[in-house]
């Protein structure tokens, strides 16, 4: 097992710096608007799963939301000039798409097992447009084990084109709407049956998404009958 998940004093110091810069610049350059705060729990690990269009939504939830977050992203960004820098003084944890990472899951376990909020994208990526994709079971997987709460958030207006709107002076509306906890239920059996479950469960986690965003950006959510998918 993982020991336990720590962060940094220079990590600290640079989090309490970061996050009020940021939430002022995106007051400068936006309308923002935040809706559920009192859904977030007090204390004790829990994991926020998100809808994903653009690069904009993790740093909006990382300024915003009541306290710092440690925030899994895919480990492109740790190669973009700008962004790199930025996660790295964050502090996030990179993610490599579409491989089977232990040393992964085990770190995302240390930090819920460290009582610590983790933030997350299940769509496993950015999708360029408003629907949401169908999510990948890796989420289930890392729940399941932690056996913590999910915190579902909608975010709305973090589009492609937010940044050009913003800086020809449209101030485009941005929103978080943050839903209330949920518990997955336990998942048992073997193999395929097992991934089904999991399956089960992240779309769960999606459609308490999907029920918090204006139809547009629902995707293949936008039934939310459990059997519609």
Do not use: C
Not at 1 to 25: D, N, Q, S
Not at 75 to 92: A, D, F, K, S
Not at 155 to 180: N, S, W, Y
């Amino acid at each position: 097992m993982k020991e336990a998940y720590a962060v940094p004093l220079h990590t600290h110091i640079l989090r309490v710096i970061m996050r009020p810069i940021f939430r002022i610049l995106f007051h400068i350059l936006s309308q923002v608007r935040i809706i559920g705060l009192e859904n977030v729990p007090d204390n004790g690990p829990y994991l926020i799963a998100i809808n994903h269009v653009s690069l904009y939504e993790p740093p909006f939830i990382l300024a915003f939301w009541p306290t710092p977050l440690e925030a899994a992203g895919a480990v492109e960004i740790w190669e973009r000039p700008g962004q790199n820098i930025l996660i790295r003084l964050y502090g996030g944890i990179p993610v490599h798409r579409g491989n089977y990472d232990r040393s992964l899951i085990e770190t995302m376990l240390s930090v819920l097992r460290s009582g610590r909020p983790l933030l997350i994208a299940p769509e496993g990526g950015r999708s360029h447009h408003l629907g949401m994709r169908r999510a990948l079971p890796g989420a289930a997987y890392v729940i399941d084990q932690a056996n913590v709460p999910v915190v579902p958030v909608g975010i709305v207006g973090a589009t492609d084109d937010f940044m050009d709107k913003a800086l020809h002076g449209k101030r485009p509306l941005i929103e978080m709407h943050i839903g209330q906890p949920v518990n997955l239920p336990a998942i048992s059996g073997k193999g395929e049956q097992r991934r089904l479950a999991r399956q089960r469960n992240v779309d769960l986690i999606m459609r308490s998404i999907a029920v918090l965003l204006p139809p547009e950006y629902r995707g293949v959510y936008a039934k939310l009958e459990p059997g519609d998918l």
